[in-house]
């Protein structure tokens, strides 16, 4: 039972797939990392459904047996007024209050409960996206007095993730990038700038997008047909400053791109907040491939400990 | 054709510089084969004016592999007959009280709103891409004399069904949204619903008749003013 909804906690898998033919979008947790993780110290389906509070401000009241964890950005969280660790498994009864406060360093939490949120897929997935009014509960994110279905659950084992294998959320980072699309279009002197330069981000950063801020950047383009866009696209409209789509990005559109952020970098970017500086650096798509296998193995070979 | 890199698990295709029947053939042709032969491999896909966006599972291959598979999928593809693509008729209630620039667009072209609304009918439109919403079909080409930019300031909320034109494109309203195409009627017709199977009335690659209707038709059919 929701007793305050938060600012914006969503219910997310790992997002809607192979429906981009009805121009429904991806959706998904913003920091898919926290999300696999939420999901890993429970010993849950890597797809289980958690709930994505962005910012933070959320109090839920258990009305059943269950264990839960709380990944993501850093925030304080109490479980009936006693703080709780984050990052790893805790039992929760009938009538216990689970409060999750506003993040200090990141800006998207991870709530996780054993088996998951028992939410019906629509359209293949249960991932809310709130500009379609699609998946979640009725499409919308969390209200007060809303049930969180999720099954009782058995308490099984207790682990917790060390703290040295915690991803880290600070307000700088440096973003690897895919060139692609129209990179073609932007010259020599701006493809410079743009992996040269430090960019902002702004106050208009949502699930869509994140606009950022800096020395701006110019292709030759004049009008181009709308075409397919990929998760993590730099989109450059014709004031020269980046935007990088996110999970909810509109499917098509007709800006020219210079490359696409790879996914565990767009995970580092969701965490960040207005004013969190940013570099591009390029790498090529079969190092980008290198990159995710490699994380795949480390997350995979990260031990848990037993709590 | 050209086979460019988009992301870290995306290449996208180009067929052509401009769109045209043909290469919208093309591409649904691709559509067809790479579904069929890539299956195992595939996130998703989204086929536009000219070109054919490909996601695949970075679990289940990689980029060399992939760019062999497209290649192979995409070749002798040139000669693919046009596919027909079903045809689908869409009413609509075409007046300047279900499409409120339907008077400009006519001054703007010199015409009367009776032949903006005629010559929106005589064409066959394709579907060109969908996205932007859901259930939002792009539907091309919108014949020159009743061509219009959007709209300089944007509307905040254009209603379900809207019948637009932009450019030389025109298409329906899925739901309630914020919008800057030229309104000129209002189609009854759900264009995405979620409850139905399938969801919508059309697919890329279809063809789209207009089909003028009265008031009284229109709420008949469900439509609301």
């Given at each position: 039972?929701?007793?305050?909804?938060?600012?914006?906690?969503?219910?997310?898998?790992?997002?809607?797939?192979?429906?981009?033919?009805?121009?429904?979008?991806?959706?998904?947790?913003?920091?898919?990392?926290?999300?696999?993780?939420?999901?890993r110290i429970l010993d849950n389906?890597?797809?289980?459904?958690?709930?994505?509070?962005?910012?933070?401000?959320?109090?839920?009241?258990?009305?059943?047996?269950s264990s839960f964890v709380v990944?993501?950005?850093?925030?304080?969280?109490?479980?009936?007024?006693?703080?709780?660790?984050?990052?790893?498994?805790?039992?929760?009864?009938?009538?216990?209050?689970?409060?999750?406060?506003?993040?200090?360093?990141?800006?998207?939490?991870?709530?996780?409960?054993?088996?998951?949120?028992?939410?019906?897929?629509?359209?293949?997935?249960?991932?809310?996206?709130?500009?379609?009014?699609?998946?979640?509960?009725?499409?919308?994110?969390?209200?007060?007095?809303?049930?969180?279905?999720?099954?009782?659950?058995?308490?099984?084992?207790?682990?917790?993730?060390?703290?040295?294998?915690?991803?880290?959320?600070?307000?700088?980072?440096?973003?690897?990038?895919?060139?692609?699309?129209?990179?073609?279009?932007?010259?020599?002197?701006?493809?410079?700038?743009?992996?040269?330069?430090?960019?902002?981000?702004?106050?208009?950063?949502?699930?869509?997008?994140?606009?950022?801020?800096?020395?701006?950047?110019?292709?030759?383009?004049?009008?181009?047909?709308?075409?397919?866009?990929?998760?993590?696209?730099?989109?450059?409209?014709?004031?020269?400053?980046?935007?990088?789509?996110?999970?909810?990005?509109?499917?098509?559109?007709?800006?020219?791109?210079?490359?696409?952020?790879?996914?565990?970098?767009?995970?580092?970017?969701?965490?960040?907040?207005?004013?969190?500086?940013?570099?591009?650096?390029?790498?090529?798509?079969?190092?980008?491939?290198?990159?995710?296998?490699?994380?795949?193995?480390?997350?995979?070979?990260?031990?848990?400990?037993?709590? | 054709?050209?086979?460019?890199?988009?992301?870290?698990?995306?290449?996208?295709?180009?067929?052509?510089?401009?769109?045209?029947?043909?290469?919208?053939?093309?591409?649904?042709?691709?559509?067809?084969?790479?579904?069929?032969?890539?299956?195992?491999?595939?996130?998703?896909?989204?086929?536009?004016?000219?070109?054919?966006?490909?996601?695949?599972?970075?679990?289940?291959?990689?980029?060399?592999?992939?760019?062999?598979?497209?290649?192979?999928?995409?070749?002798?593809?040139?000669?693919?007959?046009?596919?027909?693509?079903?045809?689908?008729?869409?009413?609509?209630?075409?007046?300047?009280?279900?499409?409120?620039?339907?008077?400009?667009?006519?001054?703007?072209?010199g015409l009367g709103v009776d032949?903006?609304?005629?010559?929106?009918?005589?064409?066959?439109?394709?579907?060109?891409?969908?996205?932007?919403?859901?259930?939002?079909?792009?539907?091309?080409?919108?014949?020159?004399?009743?061509?219009?930019?959007?709209?300089?300031?944007?509307?905040?909320?254009?209603?379900?069904?809207?019948?637009?034109?932009?450019?030389?494109?025109?298409?329906?309203?899925?739901?309630?949204?914020?919008?800057?195409?030229?309104?000129?009627?209002?189609?009854?017709?759900?264009?995405?619903?979620?409850?139905?199977?399938?969801?919508?009335?059309?697919?890329?690659?279809?063809?789209?008749?207009?089909?003028?209707?009265?008031?009284?038709?229109?709420?008949?059919?469900?439509?609301?003013?």
């Amino acid at each position: 039972m929701v007793r305050q909804p938060g600012l914006l906690s969503l219910l997310q898998d790992r997002g809607r797939y192979g429906r981009h033919d009805l121009g429904l979008t991806t959706g998904g947790p913003l920091d898919i990392v926290a999300f696999y993780w939420a999901n890993r110290i429970l010993d849950n389906d890597p797809n289980a459904t958690c709930l994505e509070v962005g910012f933070g401000g959320l109090a839920v009241e258990s009305e059943i047996e269950s264990s839960f964890v709380v990944t993501g950005a850093e925030a304080p969280c109490k479980l009936n007024g006693d703080p709780v660790a984050q990052w790893q498994t805790r039992d929760i009864s009938p009538g216990d209050l689970l409060e999750i406060g506003f993040a200090s360093r990141g800006t998207r939490i991870y709530l996780a409960v054993r088996g998951g949120f028992d939410i019906p897929p629509s359209f293949g997935s249960a991932s809310t996206v709130v500009r379609e009014k699609i998946g979640g509960l009725d499409g919308d994110k969390l209200q007060a007095g809303d049930r969180l279905p999720c099954k009782p659950a058995p308490r099984g084992r207790h682990c917790l993730l060390a703290e040295h294998d915690r991803p880290e959320y600070g307000d700088e980072a440096v973003l690897r990038v895919v060139p692609g699309y129209q990179q073609a279009a932007f010259g020599p002197l701006q493809q410079w700038r743009f992996f040269n330069s430090e960019y902002r981000l702004t106050e208009r950063c949502d699930r869509m997008g994140f606009r950022l801020e800096g020395e701006s950047v110019h292709s030759d383009m004049v009008g181009m047909l709308s075409e397919g866009i990929c998760h993590g696209a730099v989109q450059i409209p014709a004031d020269g400053q980046p935007i990088v789509l996110m999970n909810d990005r509109q499917t098509i559109g007709g800006y020219p791109k210079i490359g696409s952020v790879i996914g565990i970098d767009t995970a580092r970017l969701a965490q960040m907040s207005p004013g969190g500086k940013v570099r591009f650096e390029a790498v090529s798509i079969e190092k980008a491939h290198n990159i995710y296998c490699l994380e795949r193995a480390r997350f995979a070979r990260t031990p848990l400990e037993t709590c | 054709m050209r086979i460019e890199v988009a992301g870290q698990n995306a290449f996208i295709v180009y067929f052509a510089e401009q769109t045209s029947p043909e290469v919208s053939a093309q591409i649904q042709a691709a559509v067809k084969r790479i579904s069929e032969q890539m299956r195992d491999c595939l996130v998703d896909l989204v086929p536009s004016y000219a070109s054919l966006l490909v996601l695949y599972d970075l679990e289940q291959s990689d980029p060399f592999a992939i760019r062999q598979l497209l290649r192979n999928a995409l070749t002798g593809l040139e000669a693919v007959e046009t596919a027909e693509g079903t045809l689908v008729t869409l009413p609509v209630y075409y007046s300047p009280e279900s499409g409120p620039d339907l008077e400009s667009l006519a001054a703007r072209g010199g015409l009367g709103v009776d032949e903006v609304i005629e010559i929106h009918q005589q064409f066959e439109y394709r579907v060109y891409a969908i996205g932007f919403a859901p259930g939002f079909a792009y539907l091309g080409e919108v014949d020159e004399r009743i061509a219009a930019p959007r709209l300089a300031t944007p509307r905040q909320k254009v209603p379900r069904g809207a019948v637009a034109i932009a450019d030389r494109q025109t298409a329906v309203y899925p739901a309630v949204s914020p919008g800057g195409w030229n309104l000129i009627g209002l189609c009854p017709t759900r264009m995405f619903d979620p409850g139905k199977t399938p969801s919508m009335p059309v697919r890329v690659g279809d063809r789209v008749r207009f089909e003028a209707i009265g008031r009284d038709d229109f709420i008949a059919r469900g439509g609301e003013l």
